[in-house]
């Protein structure tokens, strides 16, 4: 059999598996489309499977389709955490970045490779010798210290 016989005969169980990924009709659309689209370029390898093979094929595909999506509205809410801190008039910004200073020398310099030099969590690993998921979870403890001492100082200040 071919990918399109294949994909005409799951479709039905590809969709569900993926509505019960998401819990969104739209999401599993995509989560359904993408798979396939993976699966064309490998067209050649779907004519030496079998049905259950395909299936678990596509499956294996959405799950980590699915988790690397969830991965990426991770660090864009950490990265709206951090613009939400950022905004203000010029005294907060300057009270902002009096408390990047604060920070621990790692969170320190992370922050500033991230958000000043836009490097993403992948580029630091490779320039700091670190994993890409250790690099965000420091950026992800420097925004809640940066939180907590920017609170303290704008709370201090007005007081």
Known sequence: MNLYSYYLELQDDLKAF????????HMAKDLVQDAYIKAMDYDEKFETMDIHQCKAWFFKTMKNRCID????????????Q???????????????WLTV??????????????YILGLSSREIAEDTGMNASTVRNHLAKAIGHLREYYKEDVNEEYH
């Open 18 to 25: 993926a509505i019960s990924l998401s819990n969104d009709y």
């Open 82 to 96: 951090f613009e939400e801190i950022c905004e203000g008039d010029f005294q907060n910004k300057h009270v902002l």
């Open 69 to 80: 999506n969830y991965r990426k509205n991770q660090r864009l809410d950490i990265r709206s």
């Open 101 to 114: 200073e604060e920070l621990p020398a790692l969170e320190k310099e992370l922050v500033i490779m991230h």
